[in-house]
């Protein structure tokens, strides 16, 4: 069964940067055909798409945020992070790992989401 | 304000049906699969319909959703409390390259 672990600090400072990871297990990020992405949840508000990155390499972010994140694999670990900087308070949130088989398709599983809050 | 528009909530008896649409443009719902999510409070989302009308294994045939045009519709029938939650379509739009997401639906189990 695949699952997906985020961790990271649940707090950062204004200005700094926000470094999540992604533990999955139960499969292994090089060798199957699938993306890997990053969605967010601000308090209150609805699902934000952050980016992906494929099983190849090849990543694919949010233009809104696409100048302040880098989405990035660790196939030794079987880990994908993800870098957010210059964060503000309107980055506080709830942050998924997820999977999904096409950028056009439905991600099937989730981690179980870590906050993340901005504040000094 | 979200590219993809849902109503902000809906409501309904517990047995009974209720449908949520997701209205977008042909850049996103009018030419690219719509997903379907369920969200509970303090949980992760779980997907529910994919490829705009396909189920996950797992998901009841209680859950059911459709396409046409630039619009998209989840169903739900035989509602329980349970399904009390937030609910979100996503899907492609090729015009931003971007997964997006709709605003969200509360559904309400009266």
């Known amino acids: 069964q695949l699952q997906l672990q985020e961790s990271g600090p649940g707090l950062v400072k204004p200005s700094e940067t926000l470094s999540l990871t992604c533990t999955v297990s139960g499969a292994s990020i090089s060798s199957t055909t699938y993306y890997w992405g990053w969605i967010r949840q601000p308090p209150g508000k609805g699902l934000e798409w952050i980016g992906s990155l494929y099983y190849t390499g090849s990543t694919y972010y949010n233009p809104s945020l696409q100048s302040r994140v880098t989405i990035s694999v660790d196939t030794s670990k079987n880990q994908f992070s993800l870098k957010l900087t210059s964060v503000t308070a309107a980055d506080t949130a709830v942050y998924y790992c997820?999977?999904?088989?096409?950028?056009?398709?439905?991600?099937?599983?989730w981690g179980q989401g870590r906050l993340v809050t901005v504040s000094s | 304000q979200s590219v993809l528009t849902q109503p902000p909530s809906v409501s309904a008896a517990p047995g009974q049906k209720v449908t949520i649409s997701c209205s977008g443009s042909g850049s996103n719902v009018g030419n690219n699969y719509v997903s379907w999510y369920q969200h509970l409070p303090g949980t992760a989302p779980k997907l529910l319909i994919y490829d705009n009308n396909k189920r996950p294994s797992g998901i009841p045939d209680r859950f059911s959703g459709s396409k046409s045009g630039t619009s998209a519709t989840l169903g739900i029938t035989g509602l329980q409390t349970g399904d009390e939650a937030d609910y979100y379509c996503g899907t492609w739009d090729s015009s931003l390259s971007a997964v997006v997401f709709g605003g969200g639906t509360k559904l309400t189990v009266l």
């Open positions: 997820a999977r999904h088989g096409a950028l056009t398709s439905g991600f099937l599983y």
